[in-house]
Nanobody, 118 residues
Framework: QVQLVDSGGGLVQAGGSLRLSCAAS????????MGWYRQAPGKQRELVAV???????NYADSVKGRFTISRDNAKYTVYLQMNSLKPEDTAVYYC????????????WGQGTQVTVSS
């Protein structure tokens, strides 16, 4: 089992920045993808950005050029640097861990609220 603890959300004005962190613990498989998803009120959860243990990344079109995902494999931690925030970025952000193997484990963090005021 893998546990995730995500943090770093808050209230920020449009144009501002926030940095989210997510620390994984437990039985971590070496080949994994970690990342961030978000869910706004009344909307489905959507991918924001993911990164593999090898450093390959994938971003949602809506955040490209503004958000940067990174990870520290030694600390089993993933980060999301969010710049030029917009009111439409307001959502609960969830950290995710997915093992890259058949029937691999999947885990979610508890979520952290990001609110961007106009």
């Amino acid at each position: 089992q893998v546990q995730l603890v995500d943090s770093g959300g808050g209230l920020v004005q449009a144009g501002g920045s926030l940095r989210l962190s997510c620390a994984a613990s437990g039985s971590i498989f070496s080949r994994n993808t970690m990342g961030w998803y978000r869910q706004a009120p009344g909307k489905q959860r959507e991918l924001v950005a993911v990164i593999t243990n090898g450093g390959s990344t994938n971003y949602a079109d809506s955040v490209k050029g503004r958000f940067t995902i990174s990870r520290d494999n030694a600390k089993y931690t993933v980060y999301l640097q969010m710049n030029s925030l917009k009111p439409e970025d307001t959502a609960v952000y969830y950290c995710n861990y997915q093992e890259m193997r058949a029937w691999g484990s999947n885990a979610w963090g508890q979520g952290t609220q990001v609110t961007v005021s106009s």
